[in-house]
């Protein structure tokens, strides 16, 4: 199984909305990733998590809140959005952080703040 | 990380070569060169990574010119599903080896 899952696939939401994505990987990987992807621009890294523990959070404003319950499992609570914030959200993992893993990448979670 | 040049576009007819170029002079001696897809509306896609050498896989083939300071993907047959935006990105082995995708080049395969 080499499939990264994200769900919701997209989400609507206002600005006083308090949501959640939500990414898995079964691959046994240890390290996994949060991007941010705007509209015809390149993706950019918001947060790394290493054996579970957050490694890298790429100045993002507080009000994106990662989570990581397991291995397996990877969370991006939203609170109090602003609309410049709505793009594709994406989740990545590979086997390890360091080194020269390949990254494997969820299909993401379109995100619109109203 | 170094920084990398593509051109912003290229097409190419179906099962043709698509010769995509990437320039990286400031690439250090540590650093591979990464290549990376992304289809419209998914998720990016590894393809193929190297050091100094030629690499060959399945999916394509990446040609470093001997100095490193750019470098070329080839997709031997292209098909129309490999329209996408294609990332050259340069990355170094060690502690942080994140991923910095740049703009890309948008390869568009016709008919």
């Known amino acids: 199984d080499t499939e990264v899952t994200q769900t919701p696939k997209h989400l609507v939401m206002g600005m006083t909305n308090k949501k959640s994505l939500k990414c898995e990987q079964h691959?046994?990987?240890?390290?996994m990733y949060w991007y941010k992807q705007k509209a015809k621009k390149p993706p950019e890294l918001m947060f790394v998590y290493s054996y579970e523990k957050l490694s890298i959070n790429e100045s993002v404003p507080s009000r994106f809140s990662p989570e990581c319950p397991n291995s397996s499992l990877l969370n991006l609570h939203l609170h109090a959005l602003q609309p410049e914030d709505s793009a594709l959200y994406l989740c990545a993992s590979s086997q390890e952080y360091r080194g020269l893993n390949e990254q494997f990448f969820g299909p993401g979670t379109r995100l619109t703040v109203l | 990380d170094a920084k990398t040049t593509q051109p912003p576009s290229m097409d190419c007819a179906e099962g043709r070569a698509a010769n995509l170029p990437c320039n990286h002079s400031t690439i250090s001696g540590n650093e591979y060169v990464y290549w990376y897809r992304q289809i419209h509306s998914q998720g990016p896609q590894y393809i193929i990574h190297g050091l100094k050498n030629n690499e060959t896989n399945e999916m394509a083939s990446l040609i470093i010119t001997e100095d490193r300071k750019s470098s070329t993907l080839i997709l031997p047959h292209a098909t129309l599903r490999d329209t996408a935006v294609y990332y050259c990105?340069?990355?170094?082995?060690?502690?942080?080896?994140?991923?910095?995708f740049g703009k890309g080049i948008t390869l568009s395969v016709r008919p």
């Open positions: 990105i340069v990355r170094v082995d060690g502690a942080n080896s994140k991923l910095t």
């Open positions: 691959m046994g990987h240890r390290a």
